[in-house]
């Protein structure tokens, strides 16, 4: 059954990433998709992927990287999909590359979500969200066009972001 193969998949990412980075905190968010949402879900998660990840982006005077994806009006880290072959830490890496513009160092992780997505008459499909602390390292933030309408360093977290835990990603 899904809800078993994927729940089993992400536990033992969860394991793995902890024993390389670290510990950290584990949220476990739970998301209503559409069918066809989930479907496409279901199809990554049998191409051998485990969700996502980003990189939490900091510069050597505390200021965090921050991304507002084009339609949106809320802020949070660079990130998005793994592709199958890759590692979730490889994943943070270019996802930051190609939404923000940046070269980053990841040095640990900032937090883990084990996520249940849910559709109608769908079996709970469990996926994986990685957040990764990362050192800046080269570029110039430019918004990737076609997906980010905006990239800017902030010193606080902003009043508008994507989902709740960004506000306890280290400042």
């Known amino acids: 059954m899904v809800t078993d193969a994927s729940r089993a998949v992400v536990d033992d990412a969860i394991a793995r990433l902890r024993e390389e980075w670290g510990d950290c905190p584990l949220a476990e968010p739970h998301w209503e998709v559409t069918p ?18 980003g990189a939490w982006v900091r510069r050597d005077d505390g200021a965090a990287l921050m991304v507002r994806h084009e339609g949106e009006s809320a802020w949070s880290e660079p990130g998005g999909k793994d592709e199958p072959g890759e590692s979730i830490a490889e994943a943070a890496v270019r996802e930051t590359r190609e939404e923000a513009g940046v070269e980053v160092d990841l040095r640990g992780l900032v937090m883990l979500h084990r996520v249940a997505v849910d559709a109608p008459d769908r079996p709970t499909l469990f996926r994986l969200i990685a957040t990764f602390d990362a050192d800046y390292v080269a570029g110039d933030p430019e918004p990737r066009e076609g997906e980010i309408a905006a990239v800017r360093w902030v010193h606080d977290h902003p009043n508008d972001l994507m989902y709740p835990e960004v506000a306890e990603y280290p400042l």
């Open 36 to 53: 066809a949402e989930w479907e496409r879900d279901r199809e990554r998660f049998a191409a051998d992927t485990l969700g996502g990840a």
